[in-house]
Structure formats: C-alpha cells, structure tokens
C-alpha cells in the first residue's frame, strides 16, 4: 500500500475516500506502539489493525510514564505523535508544536436556486471566465454578500481587465494550516478542554481534576481506590481539592438510576467476566442488559461494531438477539466490518456475524435472519406481534427510506428505537422514546435535487452530470435492454410468428426495439470491437455535430442572450485517435460488456492494444447526418417514457432486421437465444463496469470543455459508494451502546437522553437532549401525541357512524374534530 498502485482498491476504497492518498501511503509506512492490552488498548488495536495510524498509543500507564514518553516523542525530528487514553474515557493528543492540516479542495458551481456555502475572507480562484479571462487562475478573498452572491478583493473595472461576457466556475482554495499543540505536563495543569455537552459546561472540568487526583493516589499508593470504598473515596477527593482543547472527556454517569448509586452492594465483584462492568453499571445494569429482547436491523460496519459490544456488555444472554440483513459480504467490507473474514466473502452478513460474534461470547442467545424489512416482509416475518415482543430497536442501516419505514413500524408499536448513521469522519446518534421523544421521521431530511433531463441529455456542466449520464447508458445498454430482449423471447417463442405480426401491422409490445437490438448484437469479437467504434462516433462526434446543427454558436435566446452560456457549454466533436488512451479505453470496454451480453468470449490476447488497432482499422465510419429530431432545452421537461407508438414503415423495418439476422443465423435458435445482462459491480476491477463509467464520462466531460475525473471518483459517484473509516464506526457505537441501557429504562426524563453529532476530523463531539414529541390538545385535559394509539374494537357490520359514537362516548369529543380524521 506504499504506492498508488498498491492500494487495494477494492479492499481500502471507502477509507481511501475520507482520507486520500497520501495519508494512505503515510499509514502503509507507519509504525505503531500499542502499550496496555485492556479495553481501551484492544479496541484501538482492533481500529489501527483495519486502517493504520501514525501514532504511539498508550493506554493504562502510571502518569509519570505517560510524561515521561511524551517528552521524549516531542523532542524527536520529525516529532512523534501522542496519543494518550485511559479506560475511563479521557483522550490527550500532542501533534507537536507544528502539525499541519490540509484540507481537501471543494468546487462550488454557480448554478441557479443553490447557494455558495462560502465564508467572509475565505480564498476562491476563478476558471473558464469569458471576456474577463485574466481574472482565471487567480486567488482572491472574498466578502459574503448573501448565499447566492460573494464580492472579491478587486476592483474589475479598470483597464487591467477586459469586459465579463459570460461563463466562469468559482473554486474555493482551502490553504495549509499549522495548529501547535502543548505538552501532556503543561495540559494537565493548564488544560484545553473540549465541551461536549453544554447540559453540564462544568463536568469536563471536574472530571479533569478527578483524574488528576486518581493518578496521585495511583502513584502514592500504588494501586487504584478499591469500589465503593468511602475511605479511599475521600483521599481522592481531598486529593482533587488540592489541584485547581488538547483533552476531552465524556462521563456517562446517566446510565446509572439514581437509586442504583445509593446501593454500593449492587457493585461489588462476582468473580465472573462482567466484574469491570459491574462496577460502572451495577448489577441491576448488567441484568437488564441480559434480559433485552433487542431486534437489530442490518450487518454492516455499524451492526459489526454493535455485535461485538453487546457479547462484551451480555446483551441478550437471558433474553434474545435477532438480527436480519439480506446483503451478501464484499471484500470492500473487510476494511472496517470487521467480524468477517477473506474466506467469509459472498456468505450472508447476519449469519456469518452471528458466527462470529459468538466466538466473542458463547452465551449470547442470537438468531441471524437474511429477510428484508420492508412493507413486502410485513405480514410473512416481521408483523405487529414480532415487534410488540421485543424491548428494543437498533437501527444499523446505510438508506433513509428503511430507517423511516423501520421507525414507522416503531411508533406504531410503540418501541424504543436507537438510530445511528456515519458519512466518512462524521456520525450521528439518535434517541426515540415512545411518548417523550419525538422520531426519525419528525424531521425531514433536504431532498436531493433530481438533475433536469435536458442537462444530462444534452447540456452538461459538470463532471457528475457525465458521470450520472455515463452510468445510465450502462444501464440502458447492458441491464435494460438486454433484459428487455429476454422477456420478449420468453413471450414470443417463434420468430416467423413475430415477422408475420409486424408485417400485418399488428401491435405487439417491443417488437421494434427488439430488432434493433437483434440487429446490433455482435457474432464475433471484431463485432463488439466495430460496435464499440460506432458507439464512439455516435455519443462524442455525431452528438457534438448535432446539437451544434441545431444550434450554432452564435445562437441567441428570445432576450438576446446568447444560447450557449453558463452553464451551458458548447460541444467539441470528439475526433478518435488510437493513440488517446481514453478512446481507446472506451472502445475495449464496450466491446468486452457486449460481447459478455452476447455470450462471447474474450481472451487477453483479444483486448491487447495491437490485436484492437487491427480490427479498428476495418472498421467503416458512416459521416454525420443531420437529423430533424427536437432537442429538449426545458429544464422543466421529463424524460421521455417511449419513444411513441409505431408506424407502418418501422414495422416493415423491424420485420426486415429479424429475417436478415434469422438468414444469417447458423440456426433459428439464435436468433432467440438469452443474453446476459450485467449485474453492476463497482468492487469488481475485472469486469469493465467502472472502465466503461470512467471512459464514458471522461470523453463527455472533454466533449464539453468539463475537467476529467480519475477513476476513484468516477467509482464513488457512480457506485454511490459512503466514504467511511472503522474509527468513526467504533465511535458511534460506542454512544449507541451508552444509550441503549438508558432506554431500556424508559422512566428517565428526557434530558437523560442524549442524542449526538461528532466530526473526528475537526474535532467535535456535541451531545444534545432528543426533540419532544409534538403534543396536540385536543380539548382541556385530553393531548395526543404521534405515539398515542386508541383501540376501537368493531366487527364485520362495524360503520364509521358506530366509530363516532363509540369515540364520542369515551373521549367526549365534538363533532367538528372527528371531521379532521
């Protein structure tokens, strides 16, 4: 992995993602030191192991060891970094007096209805400008005007500059940064504190202190204070009164009711494997945990961490498990679920996971299901009944519409639902409380903007407009079509009877386009080569010329403007050259996805770049041809559905490409015969998926004057790929873990409950009570909420005016709000 060329791709994309290259080959030539193998020292252990950090970490040291490695790590060239944690939740980091942070570049286009995101005195450099071209490649700050407007510290309007005509990308430039960090010795007495819950501003504080006091009796007595000891307690304590943003400190005192920490006997040790989490929890703590019922929906890198903390919490072992994921292992999923294994690869997630967590915690009593959850599986396996059995929810899913449908289920039952989710560096934990809390669904995510279909058919103005546009033509031409062929042969046994129907112009349902596609399909490896040719031609030449036939260059709009203007881009043709390696990529990689469709086989020898030139040099080119076919340029308009009924002629045509296909057909069968439809796979380097995306959109984006993309982000886009690291998955479990013995005591008042946002890159950890669950009132003394469920039990004659009475007679309602139902 020291290389770009030795990044496993398939195995470290989504990490490769959040933390790019460089950062990448600098983990591949890391060493580490791991000192303490206790809870905190395995964990991080287990996260270093699945993604690699430069760092000494150290975990359950003497204080004075901890100075003593940290002044030494400082006074090396370069420095090393520091990491210091202790079991008890406190994280130290020394990056030295000069660590330098480099954001990522981030391209902000102007477009309409969107804003620019940008900051007063942030940094922008201009690209594509028309008519005021010196003003391209230059940096400029900038005063925030309003979020669609930004001014720049120039002044255009001398004669340094020529006159703005149109056109011009604005990028933001984020520049090196240089943070200095402090020494361990001088953070302890004069700490940095980062705040994570502003509900207790003055806990990290005393906590700080109570650590300083616990490492002085460590060092003073050699040992720490014994449980629930009152005199070892008030030597700390007079100990901390003695001792007045590198640190942070979580305390999770709320997953202990308060009559628990009046019972110091609930914390005494049991000789068993739960002793260290009795003393945290106490035992009321640790049997609760045992005897959820606890239904978890998905397996992936969120429900991996999740297992493994419920076999070291007990979750379940008097209770039940059960988990559900219908998804098959990938080797993309290595990098960070770590539960699975290189043999485990194409098995089922839940049942592999059950496997293995099982090896963590043979008692856990677990059930693995592969069902979706879904409207579809509601009645055959996860009913009402199945979620009125169970004490809790977790939600461990990568989609919005399962969450909702999951959380709607939830309230309906009126179950506890723990929520959780990660994007690369960034995670969020969410609360849902029947009766208290508020759901998932309360609030409603930004929809995505669908992209126009004008814009992707024919007006790109950015990379991801070719990306989106590349990937659906692998989708029209190698899933659509050839799926569509297959359906109608499975309708139409006999060729001669479909001719004979298209002849006398009866209607039979894709009769046309399965002529052509029959018409196109390649017998032989030079065909896929030819057909890959053509399509060349026809997308990156013949489009061009088209769309410049209907509208030239010099072409205005009906105010004057001129057409072709930001963020319009008028097409470039596109001439094919042997020598480019994107056409050439292009052409192969077609070949090779039609010739898999046709059932063709391909050697290596097949797609070397001498054996292509030969076969393209036979190749015959038909010229441009223009076509009366309107282009569509409203912004407002849908993709077509069809393409329209057919005439005469096209039946005529069709019935004609059959028999010439049937009269050149070794036997009738072929002309029948099933082909294959690509399955698409992104973390497949071998079957041309991502060659074809990757070349596709390139030529596009060259085709309209777009910046190329490599193959990374063409794969991201198109894949729809999360970019996501293991330290952020750990992490959000973890918080999930902490709430899910507060919610298992559902008498907590809501500020208990904690719901939170943490971005490790920044870093920031922000904890915050759930919303409340909307209230509304119906009349004085009667409110319902989203979780309020009324019981009215009828039969088969049962009429709405029965159900009016039944309510009016019980809840005393007017008539005017049973209207509103």
């Not at 150290?58 to 002044?71: A, G, M, R, W």
């Not at 990290?204 to 307690?233: Q, Y």
């Not at 409203?634 to 028999?659: F, H, T, V």
Request: contains cysteine.
């Amino acid at each position: 992995m020291a290389t770009e060329m030795e990044i496993d791709d398939s195995l470290y994309s989504r990490q490769r993602y959040v933390l790019g290259d460089h950062a990448m080959k600098k983990m591949a030539s890391s060493s580490v030191l791991v000192y303490g193998m206790g809870g905190v020292g395995i964990e991080i252990a287990k996260n270093i192991v699945l993604a690699g950090v430069k760092c000494i970490i150290l975990t359950e040291l003497p204080l004075s060891l901890q100075l003593k490695i940290n002044k030494f790590c400082r006074e090396q060239s370069p420095q090393i970094t520091f990491i210091s944690c202790d079991v008890y939740d406190p994280a130290f980091c020394d990056f030295g007096d000069s660590f330098e942070d480099n954001p990522a570049l981030v391209t902000i286009l102007q477009v309409r209805e969107k804003t620019h995101g940008l900051e007063d005195d942030d940094v922008v450099t201009f690209r594509e400008v028309n008519g005021m071209t010196e003003i391209n490649e230059k940096q400029f700050k900038i005063s925030v005007k309003s979020p669609e407007s930004f001014t720049i510290n120039c002044d255009t309007s001398s004669d340094e500059f020529s006159p703005y005509t149109h056109g011009g990308r604005a990028i933001q430039i984020k520049g090196q940064v240089t943070l200095k960090y402090e020494s361990l010795e001088k953070q302890l007495y004069d700490p940095k504190i980062l705040i994570c819950d502003l509900s207790k501003f003055e806990a990290p504080t005393s906590i700080h202190l109570g650590f300083m006091a616990l490492h002085k009796f460590r060092k003073e007595n050699n040992r720490l204070p014994n449980v629930w000891c009152k005199a070892d307690a008030e030597i700390v304590l007079s100990l901390a009164k003695q001792l007045n943003e590198q640190m942070i400190y979580l305390d999770s005192i709320d997953v202990i009711t308060k009559e628990d920490r009046l019972n110091p006997s609930l914390f005494q040790s049991k000789n068993d494997r739960y002793d260290l989490l009795r003393i945290c929890i106490g035992e009321n703590g640790c049997k609760k945990l045992s005897q959820v019922k606890l239904f978890m929906v998905g397996c992936g890198a969120i429900g991996c961490e999740m297992l493994k903390n419920y076999a070291l919490l007990g979750v379940g072992c008097d209770g039940k498990i059960t988990i559900t994921d219908n998804d098959l292992i990938e080797k993309s999923n290595l990098n960070r679920q770590f539960l699975f294994r290189p043999h485990h690869i194409r098995q089922p997630k839940s049942t592999t996971a059950a496997q293995s967590v099982l090896e963590i915690n043979p008692d856990l009593k677990i059930e693995p299901q592969q069902y979706k959850v879904c409207p579809q599986t509601e009645e055959s396996n996860y009913p009402d009944t199945f979620f009125e059995y169970q004490d809790l929810i977790v939600n461990a899913l990568d989609n919005v519409e399962a969450r909702r449908y999951v959380d709607s289920r939830c309230v309906t039952n009126q179950r506890p639902l723990l929520e959780s989710g990660t994007m690369g560096t960034k995670g969020h934990v969410q609360v849902i409380v029947p009766h208290i809390t508020e759901s998932y669904g309360s609030q409603r995510d930004p929809v995505d903007e669908d992209v126009p279909y004008c814009t992707l058919k024919s007006f790109p103005a950015t990379i991801e407009h070719c990306i989106q546009w590349a990937r659906d033509k692998f989708e029209s031409s190698f899933v659509q079509k050839p799926s569509m062929f297959n359906k109608f042969w499975s309708k139409n046994k006999d060729a001669q009877d479909v001719i004979q129907k298209l002849l006398d112009g009866s209607s039979i349902d894709g009769g046309v386009q399965v002529s052509k596609i029959l018409h196109n399909r390649s017998a032989t490896w030079s065909d896929c080569i030819k057909l890959g040719r053509l399509k060349f031609e026809k997308y990156f030449n013949h489009r061009a010329k088209q769309l410049l036939h209907h509208f030239p260059l010099d072409t205005k709009q009906s105010d004057g403007s001129l057409f072709w203007q930001s963020p319009k881009r008028p097409p470039v043709p596109q001439e094919f050259d042997v020598a480019n390696e994107n056409h050439m990529s292009f052409v192969i990689s077609t070949a090779r996805l039609y010739g898999h469709a046709a059932n063709i086989a391909q050697s290596s020898q097949d797609t070397t770049t001498e054996t292509v030139v030969k076969i393209l040099h036979s190749v015959v080119v038909p010229s441009f041809r223009p076509s009366s076919k309107r282009i569509v340029t409203d912004e407002s308009a849908s993709k077509p559905l069809d393409e329209g009924p057919a005439d005469g002629d096209e039946y005529q045509d069709a019935a004609n490409r059959i028999q010439r296909v049937i009269n050149q057909s070794k036997s009738p069968n072929e002309v029948t015969s099933v082909m294959k439809v690509a399955d698409f796979e992104k973390d497949d380097d071998t079957n041309g998926h991502i060659d074809f995306i990757t070349a596709a959109a390139n030529l596009r984006a060259s085709m309209y004057g777009i910046e190329c993309s490599d193959r990374l982000k063409v794969k991201r886009i198109a894949g729809r790929i999360v970019p996501a690291i293991a330290t952020t998955t750990a992490a959000v479990a973890g918080l999930v873990s902490v709430e899910l013995l507060k919610v298992l005591d559902m008498k907590q008042p809501i500020e208990v409950y904690k719901n939170c946002f943490l971005n490790l890159a920044l870093p920031v950890l922000l904890l915050s009570e759930p919303g409340p669950v909307e209230k509304t009132v119906l009349k004085e003394g009667l409110t319902v909420t989203m979780w309020d469920k009324w019981e009215v039990k009828g039969n088969k004659t049962f009429v709405l005016q029965q159900f009016y009475n039944t309510l009016r007679m019980y809840m005393d309602l007017k008539q005017q709000w049973l209207g509103m139902v």
